[in-house]
């Protein structure tokens, strides 16, 4: 059954497309979820449940998607967005070295700290990641965890089709240029 098919079972109250449904976008919503923002796991699933619940209340209302992963990506940004918007949070203004920090670059000996507690190939390239900025971050996973194109990429996170390809592009460009720093570090030591 294809996943239009299995949405259109859903929408008509298939309690088994729906479970089906679930078990095929689960991991994918936690793992970008997550991604968005490590407030707790709690958090995100609970924002996943909040989505199928809302989906489920709703099937006979919505529309069969053409890439129902990409339209419940999309619905998960929308639903923990409103969520981190509606919490009452003091309004405390950027001082000159806070904003500083919030675009300051890690330095090489920060990178190579980073790097040497790493102790996988995967843990070093994770930790790279991390350096980079939260929207650079979110389209690299969008690309390339989720397999998204640049347009899907662009919808969710509101910006154009040229913009996304910029984001990802802009990441890749900075973890080679880290990677080619580190690894002329390393040589020169050894």
Not at 157 to 162: A, H
């Amino acid at each position: 059954m294809s996943e239009q098919q299995l949405w259109e079972a859903f929408q008509e109250g298939d309690e088994e497309a729906y479970t089906q449904l679930y078990q095929n976008h689960v991991r994918a919503m936690y793992r970008y979820g997550m991604s968005l923002v490590a407030v707790s796991e709690a958090f995100v699933l609970d924002c996943v449940h909040d989505v199928f619940t809302e989906i489920w209340a709703k099937r006979t209302r919505l529309t069969t998607p053409d890439n129902v992963r990409h339209y419940l990506l999309k619905a998960l940004k929308i639903r923990i967005v409103h969520l981190l918007e509606r919490k009452e949070r003091p309004n405390k203004p950027l001082t000159e070295t806070d904003y500083e920090l919030l675009w300051a670059e890690p330095n090489d000996l920060e990178l190579l700290e980073e790097l040497e507690a790493a102790s996988t190939r995967q843990q070093r390239l994770e930790r790279l990641i991390a350096q980079l900025p939260p929207r650079q971050q979110e389209a690299l996973k969008l690309r390339f965890v989720e397999n998204m194109d640049y347009t899907q990429i662009g919808e969710i996170l509101d910006v154009n089709q040229q913009s996304a390809k910029n984001l990802v592009f802009r990441a890749v460009e900075k973890l080679r240029g880290w990677v080619a720093l580190l690894f002329l570090t390393f040589s020169t030591f050894f």
